[in-house]
């Protein structure tokens, strides 16, 4: 095989996106790891100014420009590149000066970050969740039994009574001892296995969607966006239902505390190819974002609002997101949040070729 032919295929098949520029700042090279990263080809590419990649406060243009001046290579960790598609990546580069004979032309060598962010970011998440889980059970333990205890005395207290209008009293203890034990067991998240069946995820958000109007009496608009071509999976409706019914009773109630003017919560569905959930990478997996247009959520509280207890509003419970978590985790998946003022979007995702064998 011909030399130049051999390091044309290392380029191409290179997973780093390699982009060759010439004199006037005009792409005269990408390989296919660059068109996939810029979601443009290569014809594309060359008709755009290099300009276009960057935000107007990034110094990205400014970096080429002088290096093709000074001859001096650069390198910039976690910048921000724009595709020709619109969409924002975090990247690192490198800007090397190449010298040759037809003038002077700069090699820029990129390669993704978000994937590695993300990938850290969901298992922190993950083990922030099992941590406070595991805080939970042996909370729970510590709690019940003494619970019990006080309950069974309680009663045997009531049968030596002879005064019924001491009952009263006794009465209380059981129920406030009750109150107790069902909150440790809400804490605590579904106590059963998932009982796993075919489900369809666009008739689990038809089902939520018509319990959010019931309660709201159609007071929230509910706008969907849904992917036809995703496919049924294994997964247990009952608690799927639970699971996204508490992320839409979030938003909903956080709108009306805000008094929101015409509240609106937008559902999409989207399947996602090759995408890594912790540490584990799936082939195909379904994507649920729920976006509303409420007030926020506060950020000293952003980090912490899969935890048990914690809530932004002051009658809140802070077990519906926990618990949504938990759903989610027991089908293999995770949800994440992003937020700001005047949106706030969960995203669900859920691998779609979970099996019975491999439900943790």
């Not at 590419?45 to 406060?57: C, G, H, R």
């Not at 993704?112 to 083990?127: G, H, N, Q, T, V």
């Not at 969740?129 to 042996?138: F, Q, Y």
Request: aromatic share 4%.
């Amino acid at each position: 095989m011909p030399r130049i032919e051999l390091y044309k295929q290392i380029l191409e098949n290179l997973s780093t996106a390699v982009v060759l520029l010439d004199a006037s700042m005009q792409v005269e090279y990408a390989n296919p790891a660059a068109e996939m990263l810029l979601e443009a080809s290569l014809r594309r590419l060359a008709q755009v100014p290099v300009s276009e990649w960057f935000l107007p406060d990034e110094t990205g243009f400014a970096d080429l420009q002088a290096c093709l001046k000074n001859s001096h290579p650069y390198t910039r960790r976690e910048a921000k590149l724009v595709t020709q598609s619109g969409n924002h990546l975090t990247v690192d580069y490198s800007i090397n000066p190449l010298f040759i004979s037809s003038g002077r032309q700069l090699l820029i060598e990129i390669e993704a970050r978000d994937r590695l962010m993300r990938i850290e970011r969901e298992e922190d998440l993950l083990s922030q969740h099992e941590t406070a889980r595991s805080l939970v059970r042996g909370m729970a333990h510590e709690i019940k039994n003494p619970l019990g205890g006080i309950r069974g005395a309680a009663q045997l207290l009531e049968r030596e009574l002879e005064d019924p209008a001491l009952h009263d009293y006794t009465r209380v203890i059981i129920e406030e001892a009750d109150r107790l034990r069902n909150l440790v067991d809400r804490l605590l998240g579904p106590r059963t296995l998932p009982k796993m069946e075919d489900v369809n995820i666009h008739a689990i958000l038809e089902r939520v969607c018509h319990l959010i109007q019931a309660e709201t009496k159609g007071a929230v608009a509910l706008v969907r966006d849904y992917d036809p071509s995703i496919p049924e999976f294994i997964g247990d409706s009952e608690q799927l239902i639970q699971a996204i019914l508490n992320i839409l009773r979030n938003s909903m109630q956080a709108m009306q505390a805000a008094e929101t003017p015409r509240p609106e919560i937008q559902i999409k569905t989207r399947a996602l190819r090759q995408i890594t959930l912790g540490a584990e990478k799936h082939r195909l997996a379904c994507c649920v974002e729920i976006t509303d247009n409420g007030p926020g959520i506060p950020e000293d509280i952003l980090s912490k609002i899969f935890y048990p207890m914690v809530s932004g509003r002051a009658e809140g419970t802070g077990l519906g997101l926990s618990i949504a978590q938990s759903i989610i985790n027991q089908h293999r998946g995770l949800i994440e949040c992003d937020t700001r003022p005047g949106e706030t979007r969960f995203q669900l995702f859920i691998p779609l070729e979970l099996n019975n064998e491999s439900v943790r």
